[in-house]
């Protein structure tokens, strides 16, 4: 299979409002990532506008786990938006730090219980797209295929970087750049070839913010001392 078939033949089916959600979304979710490597509040605004338009897309194409995640990265904005807003001395930038073993302990908690909520949903997702009616629909999971069983596993990947991201832990980090690069093939797959560059992208960037926290960590340290 050559790029064209990846990238551009699965848009030829799509109408051009599609096409145009789906790169918009796209847009925003790198500037907020981009103002999150800069730790600037701007990051929870921008990031909103995506999610929201992402929550319609990803349902429509049936990827529910990722669908869900939009919904928690909305609430999870509004929740490190008031966060931010109150450890930041400008209302703007905050400083980081390392995650504690209490909430490492808790990450691997919201991880498992994810890993088994998106997997009851898939579970039910027969149910879902049959409108919410039991007569037709044959609940299981032998409906998923590989691409369904990698948005469980990112869905509860993202959940724990964006709890982590809230609390300003530099840790968040290191969830973005496996989960990213996870996700790449996996739109591919489902033909959204716009939505599977920007995970290229912010793998990249979540790399340079990785890089940039633990400096801002060091030197925040280094000045206190």
């Not at 789906?22 to 999610?51: C, D, H, M, Q, R």
């Not at 930041?88 to 890993?115: G, M, N, P, Q």
Request: hydrophobic share 50%; net charge neutral; charged share 15%.
């Amino acid at each position: 299979m050559n790029l064209y078939d990846l990238f551009i033949k699965p848009y030829e089916a799509y109408t051009n409002v599609q096409i145009l959600l789906e790169a918009t979304a796209a847009v925003f979710g790198i500037l907020s990532v981009f103002f999150s490597i800069k730790k600037n509040i701007w990051l929870y605004p921008t990031g909103i506008i995506s999610t929201f338009i992402y929550v319609y897309i990803l349902f429509n194409f049936g990827l529910l786990g990722d669908c869900m995640i939009n919904v928690y990265y909305t609430i999870m904005s509004i929740y490190g938006w008031i966060l931010w807003h109150k450890n930041s001395e400008d209302h703007i930038h905050v400083d980081v730090t390392y995650a504690t073993r209490k909430e490492w302990i808790y990450s691997f908690a919201l991880f498992i219980l994810s890993i088994i909520l998106v997997t009851v949903i898939y579970y039910y997702k027969p149910y879902i797209d049959n409108q919410f009616l039991m007569e037709g629909a044959s609940l299981g999971l032998n409906h998923l295929d590989w691409a369904n069983w990698l948005d469980v596993l990112t869905t509860s990947i993202f959940l724990v970087a964006m709890w982590l991201m809230a609390k300003r832990r530099i840790e968040n980090w290191i969830f973005w750049i496996i989960g990213d690069l996870i996700c790449m093939p996996m739109f591919i797959y489902k033909g959204l070839g716009i939505t599977s560059v920007q995970y290229l992208v912010f793998t990249i960037m979540a790399i340079m913010g990785y890089v940039t926290w633990i400096k801002s960590f060091k030197v925040k340290n280094t000045a206190k001392s």
